[in-house]
């Protein structure tokens, strides 16, 4: 069957690859790769021989391969290289666990790229095509990042795994050190796993379209940082304005910001002070609430 270069929609290694949306360290990595093969817009549904080999450059030169025969001689080639045989599902995914390859070397700044072409199984090795991808085309290069600077995953639409590990051996927890997931280089918003508080904090507001569940204690704090502080709870709002119940903790008590309406009973331990009780039709101690009470 006759292909024209496909496009491969997601390409994924577990935690990781292209794309510099979501990084994460890369010490240790779960590395599930999907890859999802098109002919003109349909996908490849055939028995595919795919073929993986590793660089140490990204750009392909004039004899790195030879009639799709790869030159192991050639300067950036790192010695591995391995084809499988597998046949895409009906949406044109294949899943590969790169570690469940023969041999699959630890990945390092000197053999980060990787090289993925494919055939029609049976085809001779002239018929293999290499993939592409809208990162590659953009920066020119002919092989896939599998690690960015200083050991740094990218990754992109994440949609082929069930699981998205950080830390995988609890080395940065047991090191004492916080675990980040940062979102965007400068914007710099984290989710942080405070690894000696055991929490998980996050740098800025958090909305929840839908209900939300706590089973423990809630702490509210306009300081949580401050030994003493206001606790303000926003409620629904007239208008602009939010109604509130806060705590006051420099008269060390709460104040409601509106009309307060209690079914059921109020049990007071200390005095009722403020202005007169509209109690009609009620009792304070035995004593009619509309009777004259003289000292």
Do not use: C
Request: hydrophobic letters at 35%; zero cysteines.
């Amino acid at each position: 069957m006759k292909k024209k270069p496909a496009i491969i929609i997601t390409l994924l290694l577990g935690i990781v690859l292209l794309f510099p949306s979501l990084s994460v360290q890369a010490e240790n990595y779960s590395s599930y790769i999907t890859i999802t093969l098109e002919d003109s817009g349909t996908p490849i549904t055939d028995e595919q021989t795919v073929r993986f080999s590793l660089w140490s450059d990204p750009i392909m030169v004039a004899g790195d391969v030879n009639s799709g025969v790869i030159n192991t001689g050639a300067p950036n080639y790192t010695s591995y290289n391995i084809e499988i045989t597998d046949t895409p599902n009906g949406s044109g995914e294949v899943t590969v666990n790169l570690e469940d390859l023969a041999a699959w070397p630890t990945i390092t700044s000197s053999n980060q790229y990787m090289m993925i072409e494919y055939k029609d199984s049976g085809d001779p090795v002239t018929t293999y095509l290499r993939y592409q991808d809208e990162y590659m085309i953009d920066f020119y290069y002919d092989r896939t990042i599998l690690l960015g600077d200083d050991g740094i995953f990218y990754s992109n639409d994440a949609t082929a795994s069930d699981d998205f590990i950080l830390d995988d051996d609890d080395s940065t927890t047991n090191s004492g050190n916080n675990i980040v997931l940062q979102f965007g280089a400068s914007l710099a918003e984290t989710l942080l796993w405070d690894t000696s508080n055991t929490r998980f904090t996050l740098s800025d507001d958090l909305r929840i379209e839908g209900n939300a569940a706590i089973v423990g204690i809630g702490y509210i704090a306009d300081n949580h940082s401050a030994t003493d502080s206001d606790g303000t709870l926003s409620l629904g709002r007239d208008d602009s304005t939010w109604e509130t119940l806060m705590w006051d903790d420099s008269d060390s008590k709460f104040e409601f910001t509106n009309d307060l309406d209690i079914t059921g009973n109020i049990t007071l331990t200390g005095t009722l002070d403020g202005r007169d009780v509209n109690a009609d039709g009620t009792k304070l101690d035995g004593i009619e609430t509309s009777a004259d009470i003289t000292d």
